[in-house]
C-alpha cells in the first residue's frame, strides 16, 4: 500500500545545510502497521510528512496503492492517504466547532451526505450528538483526538498517517486511543505508518518498526524483536536500554 524509495529531504544551504532525510526506502504492504522509532530530528515525521504530501521538495519517490505521488498532491489523491498530528488542540480551529472541522473535507472533496458522514464519523470514534456543536476548548484532550481521528477518517482513506497521535495525552487517555486505533485499523482494513518515541506505545499499534537516526534508516525489525532485545544495530540496542523497561503490556489494550 505504501512504497518509499530513496526519499530525501534537505534543509539550507552550505553550513546551514540539514539533511533531515536520507535516501530512506520502506515498505508497507496493505492492512499493515509500520512504526518509526528515534529520538528527536531523527527524521522520522519528516519523512512521514513527505509521505502525507506536506514537503514539497522532497526527492525521491513515494507510492500509495500503486500510484506514483507527485509531490504536489492534487486533490483526488489526497484523500488516499489522512493524516492525525501530534497536538489534539492545535491541529484543530479554536474557532470552529466540530460539526465545522467534519463538515470542511466534506465539502472541499465534493461529498455528498454530509449530515449522514459527520453523525457516523463521531460515532465511529466514540463521541456523542451532544460533542458535534462543541469547541474545542469544551473537549477534553482525549475527545480532541477523537475529533481529530473523526475528521481523518471522514474521507475514507486507505492509509492513516500518525505523529505521536497520543504523546500529548495522559497515559489513561492513551490506552483509549490506541484501543480506538487498534479496532479501525481491523474494521477498516487501514494501512498505518505511525510515528512515536514511545517504544510501548508503537509495538501496540505496528507489527513492524524501522529505528532512524540522523536521517537514516538503520534497522528494520519487529515490535516482537524489539520487546526481546532481539536487536542488531548498535543505535537500536542503545535506545532500549533508553528505554529501560519498556513492556509492550505496560498499556493495556482489550482490543
Do not use: W
Not at 479501525?184 to 482494513?189: A, I, K, M, S, V
Not at 548498535?234 to 523497561?245: C, V
Amino acid at each position: 500500500m505504501i512504497r518509499v524509495e530513496n526519499v530525501s529531504v534537505t534543509y539550507g544551504h552550505g553550513a546551514s545545510l540539514v539533511r533531515a532525510a536520507r535516501n530512506v526506502s520502506l515498505h508497507i504492504p496493505e492492512g499493515d502497521a509500520l512504526g518509526l522509532v528515534g529520538e528527536s530530528g531523527s527524521g522520522k515525521s519528516t519523512v512521514m510528512r513527505a509521505v502525507a504530501g506536506l514537503i514539497p521538495h522532497a526527492e525521491g519517490r513515494i507510492f500509495i496503492n500503486g500510484q506514483e505521488m507527485p509531490n504536489k498532491r492534487p486533490r483526488e489523491t489526497r484523500k488516499i492517504a489522512q493524516m492525525v498530528f501530534q497536538d489534539p488542540y492545535g491541529s484543530l480551529h479554536p474557532n470552529q466547532t466540530v460539526d465545522q472541522t467534519l463538515a470542511a473535507p466534506i465539502a472541499i472533496h465534493g461529498l455528498g451526505n454530509a449530515e449522514q458522514r459527520i453523525i457516523t464519523g463521531l460515532t465511529e470514534v466514540g463521541l456523542g450528538r451532544e460533542h458535534r456543536f462543541r469547541y474545542p476548548h469544551q473537549l477534553s484532550g482525549g475527545q480532541r483526538q477523537r475529533v481529530a481521528i473523526a475528521r481523518a477518517l471522514i474521507l475514507e482513506p486507505k492509509v492513516l498517517l500518525l505523529d505521536e497521535p497520543t504523546s500529548a495525552l495522559d497515559v489513561s487517555v492513551q490506552a483509549e486511543i490506541l484501543n480506538l486505533l487498534t479496532r479501525l485499523r481491523r474494521e477498516r482494513g487501514l494501512t498505518m505508518l505511525m510515528v512515536s518515541h514511545d517504544l510501548a506505545v508503537i509495538a501496540h499499534i505496528c507489527d513492524r518498526i524501522g529505528v532512524m537516526s540522523r536521517g537514516e534508516l538503520l534497522e528494520m525489525t519487529t515490535a516482537t524483536a524489539m520487546a526481546d532485545g532481539a536487536v542488531t544495530h548498535p543505535y537500536s540496542q542503545q535506545l532500549l536500554r533508553a528505554n529501560r523497561g519498556f513492556d509492550p503490556s505496560s498499556i493495556d489494550i482489550d482490543a
